[in-house]
């Protein structure tokens, strides 16, 4: 056990409500919770407002290098991140920004100084932390680390869903073959590819709500706990 408690991991394909379920989790807990997708994305922002080529590898590391992440704990356990002493909220969520990030996630220098920043966060433990590679990568010695995943078909679906509840048009077929793309792009780069950790825990939600796999994920914790 570290200092404030567990480290978990929270790993899997886009789409599949690993925040939603993180932070009910660490709720549940009294942990923190982090996403280190908007540690990707802020590093994303910065390129795109500065206008930098995402591909050109020494300015991006750079970038990253001089970045300084703050954390400002929330009620519910969300790790409130300040980037230069700024709140990005949204902006991190922005289509262009997130196409950076799929980019700059792919400078392996840059990703070791994130990486880095992710470490000190969870050290000590007491934090949910959710991604692509917390569990195999950023903390392989995570105590528990989840694996979430669910056909692209069903994310598609549920994609679809969030956007027209949103009053947006959704396109099924476009959005399949674009989870697809991702997907195929996420496990196949050669730094940090998307993959389950050899001891991680691995939910298929296809079938599941959200309040199941919380529950799922819950059990799991228990007897780890007990
Ligand atoms: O989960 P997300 O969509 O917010 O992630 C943004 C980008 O960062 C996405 O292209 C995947 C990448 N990423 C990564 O490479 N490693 C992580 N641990 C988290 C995110």
Redesign the pocket.
């Known amino acids: 056990m570290r200092k404030n408690g567990l480290l978990i991991s929270i790993d899997g394909t886009?789409g599949t409500g690993k925040s939603s379920v993180g932070l009910a989790v660490a709720a549940k807990l009294g942990y923190g919770f982090l996403?280190?997708?908007?540690m990707?994305?802020a590093l994303a922002y910065k390129v795109f407002e500065q206008k930098l080529d995402p591909t050109d590898h020494d300015a991006v590391l750079a970038l990253a290098q001089k970045l300084v992440f703050t954390f400002e704990r929330q009620d519910n356990g969300a790790l409130k991140m300040f980037v230069d002493g700024a709140f990005l909220g949204e902006k991190l969520h922005l289509e262009e920004v997130?196409a950076v990030?799929?980019k700059v996630?792919t400078n392996k220098e840059a990703r070791a100084v994130l990486t880095d920043k992710m470490r000190q966060v969870g050290v000590n433990g007491g934090v949910v932390m959710e991604?692509?590679?917390?569990g195999t990568v950023?903390f392989p010695d995570a105590e528990l680390k989840f694996y979430l995943d669910a056909s692209a078909e069903e994310r598609a679906k549920r994609r679809v869903k969030q956007l027209e509840e949103n009053g947006q048009k959704a396109d099924y077929n476009a959005i399949l073959a674009m989870i697809k793309e991702r997907d195929y792009r996420?496990s196949h780069r050669a730094v940090?590819p998307l993959k389950p950790a050899k001891d991680a825990v691995v939910v298929d939600t296809s079938a599941l709500n959200m309040a199941q796999v919380i529950q799922k994920v819950m059990e799991k914790i228990s007897q780890y706990a007990a």
């Open positions: 886009a996403s280190t997708g908007e990707y994305r997130g990030a799929s996630s991604g692509r590679d917390v950023v996420d940090a």
